[in-house]
């Protein structure tokens, strides 16, 4: 039995003369929709399999086909004589193109055998010279087939041996989604010893020394694997101590790891080739030469057996010396290879004279987390789901890792600077603020934002680019985008759906302690920037639109800003960004309130007084209707009640007449986020605001609850029962230590949890809500994937105000403020 080992993503091309049982063995061996054959192509195209004037489309066709499987990552079987060179040579050049291997399988029968089997078919009319022509070509063919590219060839001879042959699909290298971790991935060290020592130790690893005390493995107790993106030698002061190290672990199974450019260049100087001794390689031939030749054997051996990238992790995983693009990954090329040892440039050199690095990770869209090294850089950073992490040791930076799945950064720090480097360090995305790239937020993308991670859908962000590019304000002006809100757990008090007991429930259960109760105003959401000088005043919706006319705006934002001329002095700022809420909700609602809800309420009042005249009249002359003029009098309440709901939000005004703000947080300054701060002094400085013009602003009534006091949260109910009762919306129940509240693991709690009285809510689920199998279908609503939302939101936003606060370029602020208004076309139901 002759087993053959094919890779699991190769291009397979069958190779034999016809009667050679190729079919057969494609049928016997490989799926249907595997195997590509070129006279079912030749049907296609012609009608007629035999048809040899059609072979030319029948060949392209079959190429197209074979690519787009190739491209999907599928296994590829081409089913046809491949005889000729130029036949091969475009099979390799497809398997080129899509990064995968070329492997030939020949069937080598006796030219007898085949003729023989020719003649037993009926479909085949040619002459026993062709045959003969074909064997011949089949003979040079075999001797060609590795000089021609093929990286596996399998020759089967004689119809025996292939019967009894057996296929088994071998993983590539590279693919190691099977090991899943935890991994400590290592940037580069660069024979920086003593700190790759410190790092390991200070992630727990234990070492491991020989007899001459020197590390030679390093061992976690809860069996971490560590992951080092090469680049271990040159330019530091003990390349072949991190050299042992890191052979002694991998060799222990502690650590995998792949090759760095160095790596690679010092492994052809020590096989003899002709290398420019240059970056620190000569520093590390002089060490080794002070080593025996065993252990620069071993060195040798190491290096030409380290594998171009792994796939990690069930494929959420990407390790690769200078990172590596969606469709390289799990590929084997040449191609691949050298993008992973040396990235992709430009072509341009820069004023140091070094490469100009191409930025692939703005480009990246993938899935698959890729993290890498190679390009120095003060600070690692997530771009795209991608992370470089060779911050520099050996230029007297740090030595970096990153802790996954936790993706927790560990670095200690360089004891010294041991090479200077050719140029100063800089981020790997270090473009200039030259404004914003389309590509900076179309298509999928994953964005780290410090607070959390999160990825936006093409058809998200296909939809926030329609706003933004149609409606929305300019993006330097739009810094910032509130997040949406979600609601609290659903109540079982009788009567209620929502009722602050679940409100203080929610924020207890996420540890916080004390809450600010604020009285909510039913507005329009309004962010506010304001400056001394008026430069760049601008006030804008929860979707980042103009909020009125310019002259409105102006005259609005000229109130303000002398509203605010003692706040700046305060806060030591030339400008100020408020959220706020803009009253009454009519003044921008309008026309919502007349089509959607005014309309219901009218038609109600209009029609069910004339239909209980009418049950009046049919009871007076004896007809029993006292069943259905009870529902429709419960109706005529409940259309009642609906509209004095909506009615107490609508009031007239007059261009600006009428219109107030109620500021309730103050989001940064020039140079400062003020997201630390806790809601008292955030309510304070809107205090000051309202002091400094009333008849402009509005205040916020609010109530400090004690959560760990029970007759706190009976006054505070109390509270929102007289808030509500008088027509007010309801509250927003906030972690009293401000929108940076934190829980005991260091993550983000809820900003807020509104609260909304049951009147309220008649607006918002219908007249006839507060029947008792309404509310009960009403309670069995999904909060989830709301309050998923709203926190991802909120992180979001405090990511674009600590930006802005270190004046980072555009680009950085707008990524984040879209991908707010992208999760804002997220399918949730906006009753919530």
């Known amino acids: 039995m002759t087993e053959i080992d094919i890779p699991e993503l190769a291009l397979v091309a069958l190779v034999g003369i016809s009667g050679s049982g190729k079919s057969t063995f494609a049928r016997e061996h490989f799926k249907a929709t595997q195997v590509l054959s070129s006279d079912y192509f030749r049907g296609l195209v012609a009608d007629d399999e035999n048809d040899q004037s059609a072979s030319g489309d029948a060949f392209e066709a079959l190429h197209y086909v ?20 130029h036949a091969r040579a475009g099979l390799v050049r497809l398997a080129r193109e899509h990064d995968v291997l070329p492997v030939a399988v020949v069937l080598d029968v006796p030219e007898a055998l085949a003729w023989e089997r020719t003649q037993a078919r009926e479909d085949r009319a040619f002459g026993r010279q062709v045959l003969g022509r074909m064997h011949r070509d089949l003979r040079r063919s075999l001797g060609q087939l590795g000089r021609e590219g093929f990286r596996k060839i399998h020759v089967l001879r004689g119809a025996d041996e292939i019967a009894a042959a057996t296929i088994r699909t071998e993983k590539l290298f590279n693919d190691k989604r099977e090991v899943t971790g935890p991994f400590d991935i290592i940037g580069d060290v660069h024979g920086c010893r003593a700190e790759l020592e410190t790092l390991l ?19 976690h107790p809860d069996g971490r694997t560590a992951v080092f993106v090469g680049d271990l030698v040159d330019r530091g002061p003990d390349s072949p101590g991190v050299l042992r ?33 240059t970056h620190g390689l000569p520093e590390t031939l002089e060490q080794l030469a002070r080593e025996d030749e065993t252990f620069v054997s071993q060195v040798r051996s190491f290096i030409d057996g380290l594998v171009s990238h792994y796939v990690l992790d069930g494929g959420r995983l990407v390790v690769a010396h200078a990172g590596l693009k969606e469709a390289y990954q799990g590929r084997a090329s ?22 100009v690095r191409y930025p692939w990770a703005r480009d990246y869209r993938g899935s698959a987390a890729v993290v890498y090294g190679h390009t120095p850089t003060p600070e690692p950073e997530w771009i795209n789901n991608t992370i470089c992490l060779d911050t520099g040791c050996v230029f007297g930076g740090r030595l970096t890792a990153l802790r996954w799945p936790d993706r927790e950064l560990v670095s200690v720090p360089a004891e010294r600077e041991y090479y200077a480097p050719a140029r100063p360090l800089a981020p790997v995305d270090s473009r200039p603020d030259e404004g914003l790239d389309l590509a900076d937020v179309t298509g999928r993308r994953h964005i780290d934002y410090g607070y959390g991670r999160t990825t936006v859908a093409a058809e998200n962000a296909a939809a926030a680019l329609e706003v ?5 304000l300019d993006p330097a002006t739009l810094v910032w985008l509130p997040p949406t809100m979600a609601p609290c757990s659903t109540s079982t008090i009788e009567g209620y759906l929502e009722h ?21 105003h039913m507005g329009s959401r309004a962010v506010i920037r304001v400056s001394r000088s008026g430069e760049g005043d601008a006030i804008w919706t929860r979707t980042g639109r103009p909020f009125f006319d310019a002259e409105r705006n102006r005259a609005l934002l000229a109130g303000v800003r002398t509203a605010a001329a003692k706040i700046f002095d305060e806060l030591d700022t030339g400008w100020l960004l408020l959220d706020a809420e803009l009253l009454p909700w009519s003044a921008k609602a309008g026309g919502l309130i007349r089509e959607r809800y005014a309309s219901v309420g009218a038609a109600g009042r209009a029609a069910l007084p004339a239909a209980l005249a009418v049950l009046g009249r049919a009871a007076g002359r004896g007809l029993d209707v006292s069943g259905l003029r009870d529902r429709l009098e419960l109706r005529a309440a409940e259309i009642e009640g609906y509209s004095a ?34 809601h008292g002094w955030h309510l304070g400085i809107a205090d000051r605001l309202v002091e400094a013009d009333p008849v402009l602003f509005t205040p916020t009534r609010r109530l400090v609850v004690d959560l760990a006091d029970p007759e706190a949260e009976r006054a505070a109910t109390d509270w929102w029962l007289d808030l509500t009762a008088a027509g007010g919306e309801g509250m927003v129940v906030k972690p009293y230590a401000g929108p940076g509240a934190t829980d005991a693991k260091g993550r983000l709690v809820q900003p807020g949890v509104k609260c909304r009285g049951r009147e309220y809510l008649r607006i918002i689920y219908g007249p006839e809500y507060t029947r008792p199998e309404q509310l009960e279908r009403l309670r069995q609503r999904s909060l989830g994937r709301k309050r998923g939302l709203a926190l991802r939101e909120h992180g979001l936003g405090l990511a674009a105000l600590d930006r802005l606060a270190e004046g980072a370029p555009l680009w950085r602020i707008h990524e984040l403020v879209f991908a707010i208004l992208a999760a804002e076309s997220e399918p949730v139901d906006p009753r919530l």
């Open 334 to 355: 040449g191609r691949v290879r050298s993008f992973a040892l040396y990235g992709e440039t430009t072509g341009e050199t820069d004023e140091y004279g070094l490469p």
């Open 66 to 85: 074979a690519g787009k499987r190739l491209a999907a990552g599928r296994l590829t079987v081409v089913d046809a004589t491949n005889l000729q060179t």
């Open 645 to 678: 709901a909506y009615r107490a939000y609508v009031q007239p005004t007059d261009a600006l007449t009428g219109v107030t703000l109620a500021p309730f947080a103050v989001l940064a300054g020039a140079g400062v986020s003020y997201r630390g701060f806790d």
């Open 201 to 219: 130790t200070t992630l727990g690893y234990g070492l491991v020394r020989d007899d001459l005390g020197r590390p030679v493995d390093a061992v």
């Open 468 to 472: 933004m590019s149609r409606f929305a």
């Open 245 to 277: 190290l890191v052979m002694g672990m991998v060799a222990a199974g502690t650590a995998i790891c792949v090759p760095g450019n160095h790596e690679q260049k010092l492994a052809r100087r020590l096989a003899g080739r002709n290398v420019q001794l």
């Open 500 to 520: 602050p007991s679940t409100a203080f429930a929610d924020l207890r259960s996420a540890g916080v302690t004390t809450v600010m109760c604020e009285e909510k």
